[in-house]
């Protein structure tokens, strides 16, 4: 069974410029989410949606950063204009479903930013 | 718990020795962790879960015990091998469909041969 797939897997761009990242989870889960995770830190959620549909987006900040999963399947994550502390490493998650006690999330290998 | 920032907590074992990495967590009400292993370059990978209604769950080689008393928990890892080498977390799911995971501070874990 495929993995969840990212990509770009490494970026660099300048600070101000923008910057966007590809998912496209495990075939059948209806849950996808990105998160973000610094250096020497745990993964922190941005953004969870079920289906085309966003269920937590709290944690996202809403002025530079954006997310779509228009299809359902496949999603973008966007950062317009990029800072300087955006640099970090974004997974992208993907699971069953929702609203049980346990929905395993499986992670895909990230996406390395790096805004100079 | 929570991310507390570049310092991660170390544990270098020698390859075939048990070892123990630990997780404190702050929410009384907390009802299930997940223990996370992350190889570097990789995602975090599914190792182990335990609610709260269990005080020690086992797997294959690993065993996480919890204490809700002192609001703590461990993950054992025993005979431990040189593929055992990432950073490890604990997590509780969380938010209204527990997916919102919360990743507590990591343990980096290195094993010599």
Known sequence: EAGVAQSPRYKIIEKRQSVAFWCNPISGHATLYWYQQILGQGPKLLIQFQNNGVVDDSQLPKDRFSAERLKGVDSTLKIQPAKLEDSAVYLCASSLGWGTFRHEQFFGPGTRLTVL | ?113
Request: some cysteine; overall charge neutral.
């Open chain 2, 1 to 113: 718990g929570e991310s507390v920032g570049l310092h991660l907590p170390t544990l270098s074992v020698q390859e075939g020795d048990n070892s123990i990495i630990n997780c404190a967590y702050s929410n009384s009400a907390s009802d299930y962790f997940i223990w996370y292993k992350q190889e570097s370059g990789k995602g975090p990978q599914f190792i182990i879960d335990i609610r709260s209604n269990m005080d020690k769950r086992q797997g294959q080689r690993v065993t996480v015990l919890l204490n809700k008393t002192v609001k703590h928990l461990s993950l054992q890892i025993a005979a431990t091998q040189p593929g055992d080498s990432a950073v490890y977390f604990c997590a509780e799911p969380g938010g209204t469909s527990y997916g919102k995971l919360t990743f507590g501070q990591g343990t980096i874990l290195t094993v010599h041969p």
